[in-house]
């Protein structure tokens, strides 16, 4: 069974950075698409980024495109997602997430439906 754990999260002023990471448990993490979700309270579930399984392609929501580079290891069973010029707007609990339907596919999905695996969650603040 794959688990998802996200690190990286924390208090950072507009305008500053952080990294996320997502390590993935299991031997087939180079076979799936990946993305990054975030969560307001009171609010939907939204898509962030996405990449597919060999990095080659990848997805952006608008609101952080340029500011937001999603990226992997896998190698290291690892995603990432650099944040740069963060925006109070951006402060969320932000998730990694596994699209494990197709193995080596490259159709990235921004529909949360589409994910089967998520962590557990880290919690971004961005002061103003």
């Known amino acids: 069974q794959v688990q998802l754990v996200e690190s990286g999260g924390g208090l950072v002023q507009a305008g500053g950075s952080l990294r996320l990471s997502c390590a993935a448990s299991?031997?087939?993490?180079?076979?799936?698409?990946m993305g990054w979700f975030r969560q307001t309270p009171g609010k939907d579930r939204e898509f962030v980024a996405a990449?597919?399984?060999?990095?080659?392609?990848?997805s952006y929501a608008d609101s952080v495109k340029g500011r937001f580079t999603i990226s992997r290891d896998n190698a290291k069973n690892t995603m990432y997602l650099q944040m740069n010029n963060l925006k109070p707007e951006d402060a969320a609990v932000y998730f990694c997430?596994?699209?494990?339907?197709?193995?080596?596919?490259?159709?990235?999905?921004?529909?949360?439906?589409?994910?089967?695996?998520w962590g557990q969650g880290t919690q971004v603040t961005v002061s103003s």
């Open positions: 990449t597919i399984w060999s990095a080659n392609r990848r």
């Open positions: 299991g031997r087939t993490f180079s076979t799936y698409n």
């Open positions: 997430a596994a699209d494990r339907a197709l193995p080596y596919s490259s159709d990235i999905s921004m529909d949360q439906s589409e994910y089967d695996v």
